[in-house]
């Protein structure tokens, strides 16, 4: 085996040195500003890879900030009579006394609902998530020594930092935190006076999501420059791998969404701090007329909802690119459909700009308005279907490796499509009528792009750990991991919908109220401690994660998976600039498994004579 | 712009035909334009559900057209004289356009007064707040536009006399820049006119 890995390593290097681009960057010594110190390398580092793993870190300690919160308010729901003395000592004034029982602030419960959704949205699955691995593989996967940018890659990092440092410290405002909902609506959103989160806590978290976007706009720049200037000799956008196109896409998407976005916070910023009346008109708070007059909350909405909908998919899209990838490579088969593939996600991404209003089919917009949403909303199954159809096809009589990372894969289609059936149901703004803002939407968007994207986050974890920190994840820990959070999930989020059918309203603090709700209390019960459970597995996986960064077993060839795309043909360890030599050159597309009798040609290996390339036609 | 930000040159691909800088400026130059899209829209939305202000704009407003157009054509030459070596030409049209430039931020600040003059405050009906707005972020972004002139004259008075492709690059990157602000303020007073 040793001397198989030894020959192959050489056989690559061969391969870089002859058909390689010779691009003189070692001769350059600028080499010594990126990692010439502990600082240089560990925090403001300019590398690629590192500031990958400075956003994986980051948005893992959001992961668990927000996962907590979501249980502090699962112990609320499922358990309402409990006593949470046992959280005073963390959540201190938020926690009332009466009697010796601890009673959850209900104001607090708004705002533990608010964050958990702007953190779990914007610092995990678009920073944690796009920022992680558009940083760790662009580069890698087109062949650059790094991106256009490193400094602006290095600030976007450093934007994302700012805003997770402002978002943390308006938890302990004593007024609290934001508790208007994640999506920020005026009037909440616009008068201080409207909820103690009004005040400072809403000014700071504008403040802190204006820097997230920053972060994100200076990310997606260096993204979409890398991609078109970047890509090394031979890589023709039709020999992308998947993961690029979707890195790609997505950095697109965020340029031409978030700008909108901050035109609304804008606005906001203005209502709160000028008087103006952008989003206000006619109102009385504590009895007293306001001065705000002629302004429309709903024109918020479909400024936020611009960006709101295509950031879902800012969120779906790497994950689906990450999934495509891992499960070519470990049924060893092509990509079943790869031009298919990459239309598709150019079409969710066309399409994600004209459905924003379906998020607001009750907000009174003209219901003929709406037909035209529920028609485009509906054509995103299509190319969805087509997605989900490739992927089953990819895994159809693959000689399917099952490990963490492939597992997650196949998970992920699994929630994308029990998620995305109850998305056309939600489309509809007939059945809308019934099911908006009740436990079935928080059931539908839960898995389809929070477990789902998670999914494929995971999945990218497990499998490029290798190349991030020179050693495997656990395999035995990960398979728990995975098992359990697959079954967990949907313990939680699968009762929802039945909750939502119901009419049982989200973002209720109690249901003491309302009787017919009250033989849900047991269902509640069940998914709380679903919820427990699946916490518990996620930090199984986070120690799993930091463990194996120390103490992993070691990967002791460069290519561990035997995956065509050009990461896996850098050193074990690649320092800056990934190739030690030259640039390797491309020859083909990334998808050539099991071909004329080979397992798998890396895309550095030219055609053969008369062989024709999958990718370029 | 500071040319180390980016890589110098494309390193890996042999075909470029766009610098890559200049290729990043484009991209953060649409997502500007996203952004007014936003408020353009909003300003289109709001004025359809009525209880709208029609008011007339400051004819400075017309005034700073013009003279961002005549900026751009400055610095246009500029950058011309630059690349021929004419010295003398390009740092004095620079100094030009860079004092155009900040007579474009003054006098829409004096716009803004005569607005208010008018009656027309930030507070108030909606129509009025969407001019200030619109105007006063565009004005940010011109502001954004002197500081990296403020980087061309300082470059222009320390370096010594030579013409290399780096500061060719460099000084184009602002003129682009320059051309872009222009174009956007030119959008801009046609869309409140057509809509007023």
Not at chain 1, 593 to 600: E, I, R, S
Request: neutral net charge.
């Amino acid at each position: 085996m040793a001397t198989i890995t030894t020959t192959k390593i050489s056989e690559t290097d061969l391969l870089i040195e002859e058909y390689g681009y010779d691009d003189h960057f070692h001769e350059h010594h600028d080499e010594d500003k990126f990692q010439s110190g502990f600082i240089t390398t560990y925090i403001f580092s300019q590398d690629h890879k590192m500031i990958a793993k400075q956003f994986l870190i980051t948005g893992m300690f959001w992961g668990v900030m927000g996962a907590m919160m979501s249980l502090v308010f699962r112990m609320q729901l499922g358990f309402p009579e409990e006593s949470l003395m046992w959280l005073k000592p963390i959540l201190g004034k938020w926690i009332t006394v009466a009697d010796g029982v601890g009673t959850l602030a209900p104001e607090f419960y708004y705002a533990l609902v608010t964050i958990h959704g702007t953190v779990i949205v914007f610092f995990v699955l678009t920073a944690g998530l796009s920022g992680t691995f558009s940083n760790l593989l662009i580069p890698l996967q087109v062949g650059a020594r790094d991106m256009a940018s490193p400094l602006l890659n290095m600030l976007s990092y450093w934007f994302f930092f700012l805003a997770g440092a402002i978002m943390f410290a308006s938890l302990f405002l004593s007024t609290g935190p934001f508790s208007g909902g994640w999506t920020a609506y005026p009037p909440l959103s616009a008068l201080s006076q409207a909820s103690a989160g009004s005040g400072a806590g809403m000014t700071m978290w504008t403040v802190s999501l204006v820097f997230f976007v920053v972060s994100v706009l200076l990310g997606g720049i260096n993204y979409v420059t890398t991609v078109l200037n970047l890509r090394t000799k031979g890589m023709t956008m039709w020999r992308l791998p998947l993961t690029i196109w979707a890195f790609f896409i997505t950095a697109i998407l965020g340029i031409l969404s978030f700008p909108v976005l901050v035109s609304a916070f804008f606005l906001l910023m203005c209502d709160r701090a000028l008087q103006t009346s952008f989003f206000l008109s006619e109102i009385f708070v504590g009895g007293q007329a306001l001065e705000h007059v002629g302004g429309s909350p709903i024109l918020y909405q479909h400024l936020f909802w611009f960006l709101g909908h295509p950031e879902v998919y800012i969120i779906i899209l790497p994950a689906m690119g990450i999934v495509s990838e891992v499960l070519s490579v470990h049924a060893r088969k092509p990509i079943f459909g790869y031009r298919a593939m990459v239309y598709s996600i150019l079409a969710i991404a066309f399409l994600s700009f004209i459905v924003w209003a379906h998020h607001m089919f009750m907000s009174g917009v003209n219901p003929f308005i709406s037909n035209f949403f529920v028609i485009f909303t509906l054509i995103i199954a299509v190319p969805s279907a087509v997605k989900v159809f490739n992927w089953i096809a990819t895994l159809y009589g693959g000689n399917i490796r099952f490990n963490a990372a492939s597992l997650f894969s196949i998970g992920f289609v699994s929630m994308f499509i029990s998620g995305g059936l109850t998305g056309i149901f939600l489309g509809n703004s007939a059945i809308d009528i019934q099911m908006h803002d009740t436990y079935f939407v928080v059931a539908h968007f839960h898995i389809v792009m929070g477990v789902a994207a998670f999914f494929g986050m995971f999945a990218g974890v497990y499998h490029w750990f290798p190349k991030m920190y020179a050693r495997f994840m656990n395999e035995t820990l990960g398979r728990i991991h995975f098992w359990g959070t697959l079954i967990g999930a949907y313990a939680v989020f699968w009762p929802m919908h039945y909750l939502g059918m119901a009419g049982v309203p989200r973002r209720y603090y109690s249901f003491d109220t309302f009787e017919n709700f009250s033989h849900f209390a047991n269902i509640n019960k069940f998914i709380t401690i679903a919820a427990v459970v699946v916490f518990a597995l996620q930090v199984l996986f986070i120690i799993n994660f930091f463990y194996s960064i120390f103490k992993g077993k070691k990967v002791t060839s460069r290519n561990p998976w035997g995956a065509n795309t050009l990461e896996w043909t850098t050193p074990i360890e690649a320092g800056h600039g990934n190739w030690p030599g030259k640039i390797p050159a491309v020859q083909r597309w990334a998808y050539d498994y099991g071909k004329d009798g080979k397992d798998f040609i890396s895309q550095i290996i030219p055609l053969s004579d008369g062989e024709k390339d999958n990718g370029d036609h | 712009m500071n040319a180390t930000i980016f890589n110098r040159e494309p390193k890996t691909q042999t075909k470029n035909r766009i610098h890559p800088q200049k290729f990043a400026l484009w991209i953060a130059c649409a997502s500007i334009v996203m952004m007014f899209v936003g408020f353009t829209s909003a300003f289109v939305v709001r004025r359809a559900a009525g209880n709208w202000l029609e008011f007339d704009l400051p004819n400075l407003f017309f005034w700073n057209a013009g003279l961002i157009v005549l900026t751009s054509l400055v610095l246009h030459f500029s950058k011309v004289t630059f690349r021929n070596g004419d010295f003398t030409k390009y740092k004095s049209l620079l100094v030009i356009g860079a004092l155009m430039g900040l007579g474009f931020v003054v006098l829409q600040y004096e716009a803004w007064i005569e607005m208010t003059n008018n009656g027309i405050f930030m507070t108030g009906n909606p129509a009025g707040s969407f001019v200030y707005v619109i105007s006063g972020v565009h004005a940010a972004h011109v502001l954004g536009g002197l500081v990296a002139l403020t980087a061309a004259l300082i470059h222009a008075f320390s370096l010594k006399n030579f013409v290399t492709p780096q500061r060719i690059h460099r000084l184009d990157l602002t003129v682009t820049y320059w051309h872009f602000v222009g174009l956007l303020w030119l959008y801009l007073i046609f869309f409140l006119v057509l809509n007023s």
